[in-house]
């Protein structure tokens, strides 16, 4: 099977749930994952043959797109400010307008500021993680109440080599052990109402824990964390927080609190980040 023969089955079998663009892009993350020079070897020849062991690999990797598993989870890894990380099923892909926050907080602190960091809902440890790569002085503890996430979490603090404190907590039962310079967090936010407009792999696929609040309640993570911050943040520290873009208002309300509070807007103009700082120097 050619490269060009490979793109067109492969058109073919995703064609129910992906585009051509999408199915392109879709076989270009399975080439890098294969080897980082497959790809540009076969768009400067189509016409290349691929091996045996190849071809099957591609064939499971499009059967189970096909069955609507999240590309990430098929090949066991997602990335994030330029880095690899590992995910698995029960543990959520990290998206894009998380990559802003961390960008966010990076460009607020010099890379060697000896600052101490927590990761409340840390998930695959993208942020923890990326945040330790960054901050070469810091440190940095993450929680997350799934096993799952926190195994994760480590063997992606390992792979990257970054020390990062990963600890299986409960927030609202959570007692921090020090002040923190900074604290960050992704934390459920997608109404259940939500779902009927949300993608099937998601829903089928991605810990409902990690995404879904109920909708009477859909502040509950944010005025806790509001709450609890303002009193676990050194006296110079900061609070940073993704949202749903529905409730940027409110979400800043909930910061009343702090001295000086910012929303921002992602990378498509909708407000998706808070920063809250507990004095405004």
């Known amino acids: 099977m050619t490269y060009h023969e490979l793109l067109h089955w492969a058109r073919i079998e995703l064609s129910v749930l992906y585009n051509v663009e999408e199915a392109r892009m879709l076989l270009r993350y399975w080439a890098d994952d294969c080897d980082a020079n497959l790809y540009t070897k076969l768009l400067a020849d189509p016409s290349l043959v691929l091996d045996e062991p190849l071809q099957k690999k591609v064939r499971t990797y499009v059967q189970a797109l096909k069955s609507g598993i999240p590309y990430q989870y098929v090949l066991g890894s997602a990335w994030f400010r330029g880095l690899a990380f590992e995910v698995t099923e029960g543990v959520l892909i990290p998206r894009p307008e998380t990559e802003e926050l961390v960008d966010w907080i990076c460009a607020t602190y ?100 990690a995404l879904f609040v109920n909708d009477d309640d859909p502040l509950v993570y944010y005025q806790h964390i509001a709450d609890w911050s303002f009193h676990a943040l050194s006296e110079n520290g900061t609070l940073f927080l993704e949202i749903n873009e529905d409730f940027g208002s409110e979400v800043k309300s909930l910061c009343q609190k702090y001295a000086y509070v910012e929303l921002r807007n992602d990378f498509r103009g909708k407000p998706r980040m808070i920063h809250a700082k507990k004095r405004n120097l």
Request: charge should be negative; glycine fraction near 4%; charged fraction near 25%.
């Open 110 to 209: 010099s890379s060697d500021s000896p600052i101490a960091i927590l990761d409340i809902g840390t998930g695959s440890g993208c942020i923890a993680v990326s945040l330790a790569k960054y901050f070469v002085n810091a440190r940095i503890r993450a929680i997350d109440l799934s096993e799952k996430a926190v195994v994760c979490a480590r063997r992606n603090a390992v792979k990257h080599q970054v020390s990062v404190d990963v600890e299986r907590a409960d927030l609202f039962e959570y007692n921090a052990k020090q002040s923190y310079d900074v604290i960050v967090s992704n934390p459920p936010y997608v109404r259940v109402s939500e779902k009927e407009v949300m993608d099937a792999n998601v829903l089928d696929h991605e810990p409902h824990e």
